[in-house]
């Protein structure tokens, strides 16, 4: 069974940088694809960053172009989230996706991280 466990959330002064981690386990072959999304309190999942596991290939939220990165450590099933220059409207609870195979679902997810942004 696959797990995800996020990491490295916390408190930020908006401006600042945070960079969240998601941690890779139990699946026994590589991930088609792995994401980002978050929730802000009384609003919707939404997606935020996604990368294709074995190319070069990403995607951002409009909102965070140019902003946030997502990498990958491959040798060690690490996601990361780099965030920069945060803003409040970033205040949400981060989650951790995986897809197995090429598909519209995400089928793995973690528990999530809080990211608080302070203006």
């Known amino acids: 069974q696959v797990q995800l466990a996020e990491s490295g959330g916390g408190l930020v002064q908006a401006g600042g940088s945070l960079r969240l981690s998601c941690t890779v386990s139990?699946?026994?072959?590589?991930?088609?694809?792995m994401g980002w999304f978050r929730q802000a309190p009384e609003k919707e999942r939404e997606f935020v960053a996604g990368?294709?596991?074995?190319?070069?290939?990403?995607s951002y939220a409009d909102s965070v172009k140019g902003r946030f990165t997502i990498s990958r450590d491959s040798a060690k099933n690490i996601i990361f989230l780099r965030m920069n220059n945060l803003e409040p409207e970033d205040t949400a609870v981060y989650y951790c996706a995986s897809k197995r195979v090429k598909s519209p679902t995400w089928s793995d997810w973690g528990q999530g991280t809080q990211v608080t942004v302070s203006s």
């Open positions: 139990g699946h026994t072959s590589t991930p088609y694809a």
């Open positions: 990368m294709i596991w074995s190319g070069h290939a990403s």
